[in-house]
């Protein structure tokens, strides 16, 4: 039949990239991780890995055994639930090799020329260190890249229909995770990406290349990932030009008109004050464009992607993938039920940089009833960025 095999045709073909530790893999490119809860074998694989990284890496064989826990215990969900969490403080004070295997660091120090080509040293990140701590530092192999850029493409074939978006304007900065990451993984989906160029370094000259490039002869950018912006008087970095400031200027309504899809990613995109969603579908109004589609995603630095939210925009699914997701009461250190608020504590799951139990300094509400999407997997409600660092130092039940 005609219908099926278009049917077919239209669905992305990701590559097949599988996250394997122990005896557990997980091909991150299936889209159904991303309609269901965490399942048992990816438990089990997040505790795989957290046992090699006891018998690898020095930094944990050092703070698992302080915490009088053995790799026996690791084979149980209550044996990982009793490594302590890390603080983003504890891991700011960190050289930038640690939270390597002991053998990766010995590559750091004479080069990866002898490796295979999937275990040579990829990408480096660092944090903008505008918590006030020394930028934070993590490491990707290229396996590990592999991983993170299907998984992030596996989001977008999940979410986001294709051809609602084909040329897409990446406007996260150059030295930003968030840069490689979007034009890795909208690459990896399907669509075309071109970057804000290093010159424009102006938000006004940030649009004219939106308003001139990405094919204009075919019909132009109808994609964008960028930033959302800050709402007045909250804490972080910009991370490049942002879409508040864009729709600031926006003075021919480029975006109202042209734009289909808004990928942002960052700080929360539906902070107080910044309207970004009403102030689109007004301009979308106005040009009598449908409503433009926003997708927010979830991730860091050290750890990506977490989360991405559907088109109903009532909270961020999470997707088995290289991040491994809980939400902690900051009293108890348990992880909270339905509708309860807690720490966003995340495992990293890849041979780079190890992060175990990291809470990487922001709070949310938990989620778990299903999404008038249809999908079970527990959502991030209203995350917020923990700005009292005595709140996260005190935090998880003293063990952070
Ligand atoms: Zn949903």
Aim: hydrophobic share 35%; net charge negative.
């Amino acid at each position: 039949m005609n219908i099926a095999r278009e049917t077919i045709m239209q669905q992305p073909a990701l590559p097949r990239r599988l996250l394997e530790f122990g005896t557990s893999e997980l091909d991150v490119s299936d889209t159904r991780n991303d309609a269901e809860p965490y399942t048992d074998e990816y438990h089990e694989l997040c505790r795989n890995f957290v046992r090699e990284t006891v018998e690898v890496c020095g930094f944990y064989r050092e703070r698992v055994r302080r915490a009088g826990i053995s790799l026996e215990d690791l084979e149980s969900a209550a044996g990982f639930e009793a490594i302590p969490p890390l603080s983003s403080g504890e891991v700011s004070a960190l050289d930038d090799s640690v939270l390597l295997p002991d053998e990766t660091r010995q590559h750091l120090k004479t080069g990866f020329f002898g490796l295979p080509e999937e275990r040579k040293m990829w990408r480096k990140f660092t944090t903008s260190g505008s918590s006030g701590l020394k930028p934070k530092v993590s490491y990707y192999t290229k396996a590990d890249w592999e991983v993170l850029v299907a998984t992030g493409a596996r989001f977008l074939a999940s979410y986001v229909a294709p051809g609602t978006m084909t040329r897409v304007f990446n406007c996260f900065s150059g030295g930003h995770v968030g840069a490689k990451f979007q034009e890795d993984g909208i690459s990896t989906y399907g669509c075309s990406v071109e970057g804000a160029h290093i010159s424009r370094t102006t938000p006004a000259a940030v649009l004219e290349q939106l308003m001139r490039g990405g094919a204009l002869e075919l019909g132009g950018f109808d994609g964008l990932a960028i930033p959302p912006g800050l709402a007045k008087g909250s804490p972080g970095a910009s991370k490049g030009t942002n879409l508040d400031s864009l729709l600031n200027l926006d003075a021919d309504n480029f975006i109202g008109k042209n734009i289909r899809v808004i990928i942002t990613s960052g700080s929360p995109r539906d902070a107080a004050g910044l309207n970004l969603k009403e102030r689109v579908w007004e301009a979308n109004e106005l040009a009598g464009a449908p409503k433009t589609k926003f997708f927010e995603m979830y991730g860091f630095s050290e750890s990506l992607p977490n989360a991405i939210d559907c088109e109903h925009n009532v909270g961020l699914h999470l997707g088995a993938g290289p991040t491994y997701t809980e939400v902690l009461d900051e009293k108890t250190g348990k992880h909270v039920r339905n509708g309860e608020r807690g720490f966003v504590v995340i495992t990293g799951i890849r041979s780079g940089s190890r992060f175990i139990r990291y809470a990487v300094g922001d709070e949310a509400t938990y989620v778990t009833e299903p999404c008038p999407c249809g999908r079970t997997s527990p959502r991030l409600q209203n995350i917020q960025r923990v700005v009292e660092l005595e709140r996260l130092q005190q935090g998880c039940g003293g063990g952070v």
